[in-house]
């Protein structure tokens, strides 16, 4: 489901967010909707993380991105927005997984995100553009 609009019912502290409008809402076989949000390749960036081994992070446009991943899984627990997702289009979900898309093989390198990737929300995953397409195209 591509950009669903779903109105806050209930559970919104920010009188200002009336809405959430996630990129994507992937269906799994069991019928629950997992949550993808689509960042750019960020390509003027030479890398998504900063700091070295001990202290590697993603940088401010990456952390921007896992938090709205956050916030819509927030929208989520609360059963009145569950209800109106599932009237509205269907869409069931209750522990999805976070997926953000962001990057590329030349500034997203596996070991930097995996390191970075140590302080992320329970099933909150990153992946690259490049890494995405592979994929796909590895699936059929």
Same mark, same amino acid.
């Given at each position: ?37 689509? /960042?750019?390749?960020?390509?003027? /960036?030479?890398?998504?993380? /900063? ?6 992070? $993603? ?16 929208? $989520? /627990? ?58 796909? $195209?590895?699936?059929?």
């Amino acid at each position: 489901m591509y950009e669903p609009e779903l109105k806050w019912i209930e559970g919104n502290p920010d009188p200002t967010e009336t809405s959430i409008n996630p990129d994507l809402m992937v269906e799994l076989s069991d019928g629950s909707f997992d949550i993808y949000d689509l /960042k750019t390749a960020a390509i003027d /960036k030479q890398s998504i993380t /900063k700091g070295g081994h001990r202290r590697r992070r $993603f940088i401010d446009y990456v952390q921007e991105g896992i938090a709205q991943l956050v916030n819509y899984k927030e929208y $989520f /627990k609360f059963e009145k927005n569950q209800q109106l997702a599932q009237q509205k289009y269907k869409i069931k979900v209750s522990e999805p997984t976070l997926i953000l898309v962001v990057g590329n093989y030349d500034n997203a390198e596996k070991e930097e995100i995996r390191e970075a990737s140590r302080t992320l929300p329970e099933k909150c995953y990153i992946i690259d553009y490049d890494t995405l397409n592979a994929m796909f $195209f590895n699936a059929q």
